[in-house]
């Protein structure tokens, strides 16, 4: 899911991080989540159904760029 709540802030945002685990049970969900949008409250809510968190990396190059996935701990 691509920013699930970029367009959603407040007490709707926190009622969808507690209930989204609750629709999709036995499911597993990749989220692209800005750092705007995965706040210390999100986070808290959906720490015990998160297996791994990411961090996409940019670098510019002198021929684009190159994404690096670093695993957080």
């Known amino acids: 899911i691509d920013t699930p709540l970029g367009r959603i802030a407040g007490e709707p945002r926190k009622k969808i991080a507690q209930n989204l685990p609750n629709y999709l049970p036995g ?4 989220m692209l989540v800005t750092d ?4 210390e409250e999100v986070r808290e809510l959906l ?3 998160v297996g791994k968190t990411f961090k996409i ?7 684009g760029g190159v994404a690096e ?3 957080i701990e």
Not at 36 to 39: A, G, K, S, V
């Open 36 to 39: 705007t949008e995965y706040t």
């Open 57 to 63: 990396q940019f670098t510019e190059t002198g021929f």
């Open 69 to 71: 996935v670093i695993p």
């Open 47 to 49: 720490s015990d159904r």
């Open 27 to 30: 499911k597993q969900v990749t």
